[in-house]
C-alpha cells in the first residue's frame, strides 16, 4: 500500500519536498511515478525513477522538480519540488508504472491517499 505526504500550502516560488512510503521493497522492483490530478482533468504523470535510478519529467515540471528513490530504505520515492507556481495546486500522488509500448501506464488501481498541494500567495 502507498501513501503520500508533504503537501502544504505554499507561496508561488517556494518548495515542498513530497514522500511516497510503502511496506515492503516495492520500490527496488518497479519503476514508480509521481503523478498529479486536479479537479475534472485525468491524472498527469509529472515524474518518474526506474528501478535503475533513471528519471524523467513532464516538460511542465523539468528544471524544477527531482525525483529520487531511498535506496537505504527501499522504502520511500520522494519529489522535491521547487519554483512552485500556482499551476502545481493539485493533489499528488505515486504509483509503480508499467512500460507499454514506450509508454508510462499506472501499474496498481489502488492509488491510496494522495497529498494536497496548493501554491497560492
Known amino acids: 500500500q502507498l501513501q503520500a505526504f508533504g503537501g502544504g500550502l505554499v507561496q508561488p516560488g517556494g518548495s515542498l519536498r513530497l514522500s511516497c512510503a510503502a511496506s515492503?521493497?516495492?520500490?527496488?522492483?518497479?519503476?514508480m511515478g509521481w503523478y498529479r490530478q486536479v479537479p475534472g482533468k485525468q491524472r498527469e504523470l509529472v515524474a518518474l525513477?526506474?528501478?535503475?535510478?533513471?528519471?524523467?519529467y513532464a516538460d511542465s515540471v523539468k528544471g524544477r522538480f527531482t525525483i529520487s528513490r531511498d535506496d537505504n530504505s527501499v522504502t520511500t520515492v520522494y519529489l522535491q519540488m521547487n519554483s512552485l507556481k500556482p499551476d502545481d495546486t493539485a493533489v499528488y500522488y505515486c504509483n509503480a508504472l508499467r512500460r507499454y509500448s514506450g509508454d508510462y501506464y499506472p501499474k496498481w488501481s489502488n492509488w491510496g491517499q494522495g497529498t494536497q498541494v496548493t501554491v497560492s500567495s
Open positions: 525513477i526506474t528501478s535503475g535510478g533513471s528519471t524523467d
Open positions: 515492503g521493497s516495492v520500490f527496488r522492483i518497479n519503476d
